[in-house]
């Protein structure tokens, strides 16, 4: 029987997203814990360092998709087998680049950190970061695997490889911290890992798929346009690496590794919202090329943000809104007392996201369209100011003054220049996509002003807390269904409702 890839890879994309925020539910103050906020904080800062050096794969990853999923439109088999032998080329000179990088990072890091470290933080700094330099330069070409699974349409596996990723490593990490371990066997699991994983997709595209790898002609036109292409998206990744890891390094010069462990888990909050939106967003980019391809008007791809666009704002507006009513409470339940900083900072960093990732469908287009180049440019112009503001906001406000800076950045670059660009370069309607978003808004703004009144409950305990977000989620739900949804929403909930009802009858 054959699998509806893209639905399930949708439905495996948010069991993936359940997955693992219950397991960094339980497994980040465990974490935090087991390591104290000063080593947390640490461990949480070299991550974003190696993030930075991560952006060395160049936008490569997106580009197979993009370049796989036309090759395949156009069936150009030896075209695709072509542009796959070259950018395995490229990715070999990035991993002796990212060594090179690595190796001088390494050796200054004691002058970097060095008036925020002590001698025994930078020590056991250096043993993680030349763990995950390693892994680096090792995994960067295997992710060419997973963006041709991507451009394939293969949802099913890479999200049964990242649900099965997620619960083996939270298991080895709770044991190996309960036996004393710290931050260093984590990035040593997280290493192992990331290569296990990835020599599973190789096997996949290999032996399942029979994608061959083939350098037929070295072709100079070739290797510009992936070159061009990519460095656009190159340049996104590194605006996104300021974004959400500017406020790391900042604070980590600047401030303490004890500062960076509340900040981190602010932005940590941040980038589960995000990951809400991209569940949905992350299977369109092989058919919205193929809807480039194919001449699709602007009006038929605002239909597709559009629709798109509602059903991410259903989804992140029943999480926002939780958080909103009852998210003080749930950090100081978590990872306890130290951080009721990290609420105000990841509501500061939710808010405008939530109108960003509404319109994530637009990032797909943009490369399926090759227009992504304004997006890159803008974002880089608006990330140096996010920088500057950063910090010089850190030295007055700390934490909370980078998360404002972070905030500016969106909404001057995600929403204000990037919708004027949609509307009058790509030919979106994006008047029509925020009309058709303000029903959502009016209700989702009722559901909270209702929720206030279960603030009225105490929830001093889990048990009370997750009472209070189900009651919540009710109201939300209702107030959505009376006032927000409209009837294709209605009638896909209704069908789910249906489909769980009978398979739930089946089974007793």
Known sequence: MKINQLKYGVYLSYVSIFVSNITNLILTPFIVRNLGQSEYGLYMLIGALIGYIAVLDFGLGNTIIRYVAKYRAEKDIKGQENFLATTFLIYTVISLVVLLVGILVFLNLDNIFSNSLSLEEIKIAKVMFIILIINLALTLPMNSFTGIVTAYEKFVLPRILVISRILIRATIILILLSLGYKAIAIVLVDAI?????????????????????????????????????????????????????????????VASTSVVAVFAIGMTIGQYFITF??????????????????????????????????????????????????????????????????????????????????????????????????????????????????????????????????????????????????????????????????????????????????????????????????????????????????????????????????KLSQSI
């Open 193 to 253: 890992l990331n290569i296990v994983m990835m020599l599973f997709t190789m096997a996949y595209v290999f032996l399942r798929l029979k994608v061959k790898i083939h350098l037929h002609t070295f072709n100079k036109t070739l290797f510009k346009e992936i070159l061009s292409y990519s460095s656009l998206v190159f340049v996104s990744v590194v605006v996104d690496q300021i974004y959400w890891r500017i406020g790391h390094l900042v604070l980590g010069i």
């Open 277 to 502: 939106s991209t569940a949905i967003s992350g299977v369109f980019l092989p058919r919205i090329t193929k809807m480039v391809v194919n001449k699709a008007s602007g009006e038929e791809l605002t239909d597709l943000l559009i629709k798109t666009g509602r059903l991410q704002f259903l989804i992140l507006g029943v999480v926002i809104s939780n958080f909103i009513l009852f998210g003080k409470k749930f950090i100081l339940l978590w990872v306890g007392p130290g951080y009721e900083s990290s609420w105000i900072i990841a509501l500061i960093v939710m808010i405008p996201l939530t109108v960003v990732l509404t319109q994530t469908i637009g990032i797909s287009i943009l490369q399926a369209k090759n227009m992504h180049g304004f997006r890159a440019k803008i974002y880089l112009c608006i990330s140096i100011v996010n920088v500057v503001i950063s910090i010089y906001l850190s030295n007055i406000y700390g934490a909370i003054g980078v998360a404002f800076g972070t905030t500016l950045s969106l909404v001057l670059g995600n929403i204000v220049a990037m919708n004027i660009y949609y509307h009058y370069k790509v030919g979106l309607n994006i008047p029509r996509f925020f009309k058709e978003l303000f029903r959502l808004l009016i209700a989702l703004i009722v559901s909270i002003g209702l929720g206030t009144l279960i603030l009225f409950i105490p929830n001093n305990s889990w048990l009370s807390l997750i009472i209070n977000c189900g009651a919540y989620c009710m109201i939300y739900l209702s107030v959505m269904w009376i006032i927000g949804m409209n009837s294709y929403e209605k009638r896909l909930l209704a069908n789910e409702f249906v489909k769980v009802k009978g």
